[in-house]
């Protein structure tokens, strides 16, 4: 090998001072992986923009009342069953209400259960897992409480609880409140355990920092991730829950208009197939909603692990 | 070992203790209209209360509690009200869990087999075309709910194949729907569990080596992969065949399958009390035997689970 492959190199001052230096930003870095993620932004959109309509909708001057029963004018007779036409979008249903505004204001009623029902378990999933990693006196305790219910199947623990609570809005949060926790709880206990005894966390604890603080300042952003996967899916599966309560006959009354009371309300009259339009228009809906905010939630977890950023 | 066994069994049965307990608790806060039939309004006070004092509801609740438990190690269930009058619960039972168990076993099977390859199929074509179609069905699965799709399935399904829409013992056809429609979501669960898996053991090391010192691929996948894929497993494999005793609820009603699941509903929408606490009573032991059974399958097969003196796996 020659030498004059090599030559030696000057002593430049400025350069021995440089330091590495990235201009990494966690949030930017984030949304930089996420919209490269094409499915996700455009079921970003659409979700947005059905949204938005969902709840400005009772707002548009001539939209009409969701449990409004019509009546033909010229004969008394209630409009039932009417095809889609210029009058009612999506039809009538069976007793003559108009399928449009039941649609929108049924998926009103079912995001409010949703929302309700995650926000409730991200509370009781944060602090019941925060609590369960860090305080190891209570982990005895907390682990036995967590076995206890996650071996009773979800299915029944719902039923049992619809079923002793009698049905209900307030019946069905409830229900799904009791065993909706438990899969962030144990998420947020792991992660815990393996961030607890790291040594930044071993300085706080040194010098008297109070559990709390530790927990909020130290541990929680790491599971910043988990945290959104879990209540975003905590929206679909709220929804089936609820579709599935009211086919077992354990949902919310008739009167109040669900994405699951419209499900089944197509159901019963399924059997005419010229009639499927008040099976298939709420489920379309719903199956929107559903896929964009599950797609939508695994893409955010992916887009927030700091091992997928470049 | 042993001692492994003997402390997990010993919280299976404080679980199931204190299932049973509050799950009778709380069917001891139903009105009690629910214990009588039809005839309600017709009874006297009088009647309402001999025969509430007959069934043992008037006494303090510990004595009932108490009687239960007696009645239990019996054997005894308790007997229906509604749904077929003064028979025993177990009478009820008895004939609708081998329809469960078939349906359950043949769709368990089906969902191993085809999960299984498809996710293997999905790995090693990742990115591609099949991994693709793949990942959309697992999404749809896990997203829509299931009460849709399946609905579905059996409204299409039946009128593009020209099969019957109820079930019937004597008509094979009549079969498939349900049992194809059972393992679906199965299917998509193990697809999406072994691609994952695979995708992250085949970076490495161990894979590496294997590749490196010449071995085929097809015996690293069978001796290396597939090998330790089947730990995690074992731990859901008892769980995912017990809990086909309790049927799926949804559709063995969709199909009118005789088996247990679509006794459940039945029984909650007539308001049975004690056919519906029996039930719940059934199901959650079940389910509470089903991961006893697989926490020690688990310790059976992966050597690294020991027993862990007092303080738990930390």
């Keep these: 090998m020659s030498d004059s492959l090599f030559e030696f190199a000057d002593f430049d001052e400025n350069a021995s001072e440089r330091i590495g230096y990235s201009d990494y930003s966690y949030w930017r870095s984030t949304v930089k992986v996420f919209l490269k993620n094409k499915i996700a932004v455009i079921l970003l959109v659409v979700l947005s923009i059905l949204l938005i309509f969902t709840f400005i909708q009772p707002l548009i001057p001539g939209q009409n009342s969701p449990t409004k029963i019509h009546i033909d004018p010229a004969t008394s007779v209630q409009m039932r069953n009417r095809l889609p036409d210029s009058t009612f979008w999506f039809g009538t249903n069976s007793i003559g209400q108009d399928l449009w505004a039941r649609i929108w204001s049924g998926t009103r009623t079912s995001l409010l259960i949703g929302l309700i029902v995650g926000f409730f378990e991200m509370l009781v999933g944060i602090t019941y897992g925060a609590l369960w990693g860090y305080v190891r006196k209570l982990d005895r305790v907390m682990t036995e409480v967590y076995n206890v219910l996650n071996n009773i199947p979800t299915t029944i623990i719902l039923l049992l609880m619809a079923y002793i609570l009698r049905p209900g809005f307030k019946t069905m949060i409830i229900a799904m409140c009791i065993t909706g926790w438990l899969g962030l709880a144990r998420f947020v206990r792991n992660q815990i355990v393996i961030i607890r005894d790291r040594e930044y966390n071993l300085a706080s604890r040194c010098l008297g920092t109070p559990a709390g603080r530790v927990i909020g300042r130290n541990l929680l952003p790491y599971l910043v991730s988990v945290i959104m996967l879990q209540t975003a899916l905590s929206i679909p599966g709220t929804i089936g829950w609820e579709v599935f309560l009211t086919y077992i006959g354990l949902g919310l009354p008739v009167s109040i208009p669900s994405l699951g009371n419209l499900v089944n309300e197509g159901r019963l009259i399924m059997m005419s197939p010229e009639l499927r339009y008040q099976l298939i228009f709420p489920t379309i809906v719903l199956s929107i909603i559903t896929i964009s905010f599950y797609v939508l939630g695994n893409a955010f977890a992916d887009a927030s692990d700091p091992r997928n950023h470049v | ?314």
């Design chain 2, 1 to 314: 070992m042993f001692r492994y066994v003997l402390k997990r069994f010993s919280q299976s049965l404080v679980t199931l203790f204190i299932v049973v307990t509050v799950v009778f608790m709380l069917m001891r806060l139903l009105p009690l209209e629910g214990y009588f039939g039809d005839g309600y309004d017709k009874l006297s006070e009088e009647q309402k209360v001999a025969a509430l004092d007959r069934m043992g509801l008037l006494d303090p609740w510990y004595v009932q509690l108490g009687n239960f438990y007696v009645k239990l190690s019996r054997g005894d269930l308790g007997t229906s009200i509604i749904y077929r009058r003064d028979v025993p619960v177990t009478e009820v039972i008895a004939p609708r869990i081998p329809y469960s168990m078939y349906f359950g076993i043949f769709a368990t099977l089906l969902a191993l087999i085809a999960g299984l390859s498809l996710g293997v199929f999905m790995a090693r074509k990742k990115g591609r075309g099949l991994d693709k179609a793949g990942t959309a069905y697992i999404v749809l699965i896990n997203a829509v709910p299931s009460a849709v799709y399946l609905l579905f399935i059996q409204l299409y399904g039946t009128s593009l194949f020209n099969l019957p829409i109820l079930f019937d013992k004597y008509r094979v056809k009549s079969w498939i729907l349900p049992a194809i429609s059972l393992s679906l979501g199965g299917i998509a669960g193990y697809a999406m569990w072994i691609r994952r898996y695979m995708v992250d053991e085949l970076n490495k090391d161990y894979i590496k080596l294997a590749r490196a010192k010449g071995l085929p691929e097809k015996l690293i996948m069978v001796r290396h992969v597939m090998r330790n894929a089947f730990v995690p497993m074992a731990q859901y494999l008892p769980a995912a065949i017990l809990s086909t005793i309790s049927g799926s609820i949804y559709i063995e009603s969709l199909y009118s399958i005789p088996g247990m699941g679509g006794l459940l509903v039945d029984v909650i929408q007539r308001q049975d009390n004690p056919m519906v606490q029996a039930l719940v009573l059934i199901f959650s032991s079940v389910g509470i035997i089903g991961l006893f059974l697989g926490d020690i399958l688990m310790a059976i097969f992966d050597p690294r689970i020991k027993l862990v003196k007092g303080e738990g796996s930390r």
